[in-house]
């Protein structure tokens, strides 16, 4: 089969470039909020299909939503990645709805990102305790985190732990504080 020469791509289609240079933080952003439940619809209403319509809850109203960017020459190019925090008692925040773009999830370094980045924020505003919902096929990936089990459950039909963070391993990280600060005047203005 003889191809056509395009002049826009003179050496030929090739694989789109997936940048290995990761960082998380507190989406303060608009492009960044909004890149952020595009994404968590991408994987988790037409992915999995655990939602339809939208999987934004009751939690999302006070949630801290946390981005995974890809750089490209040293600035943000693209969200490749998403989890919320959000307090529920007095001293415990939640984790939940991580996810990776499908992309990404072989390139290692987003999740980590996104974790660290998550109990470490909920740790500088004061969390004793940080548990996540965690479906089952991602616990060892979790224990490897520092996370613990402590009981199965069901959400949405499917199987899931719940599972706390050793915080120890997650020292609390003081330029969080400023960043969620501002993220409730980017909220606000969105």
Known sequence: ??????????????????????????????????????????????????????????????????????????????VVGVVRIYRTESDTWYGGRLGVAHAYRRVGAVGGALIQTAVSTAHAHGCRRFLATVQQRNVRYFERYAFRSLSELSLRGQPHRLMQADLAAYPPCPKALALVRGLAACVRAA
Request: net charge negative; glycine share 6%.
């Open 1 to 78: 089969m003889v191809r056509e020469f395009e002049p826009s791509q003179p050496w030929g289609t090739h694989p789109r470039f997936l940048s290995r240079d990761v960082s998380a933080t507190v989406a303060s952003e608009r492009w960044q909020i909004e890149a952020y439940f595009r994404l968590r619809r991408d994987i988790f209403e037409r992915e999995q299909g655990l939602f339809s319509g939208s999987d934004v809850d009751e939690h999302d109203a006070h949630a801290t939503p946390i981005v995974a960017s890809s750089q490209l020459a040293g600035m943000p190019d693209e």
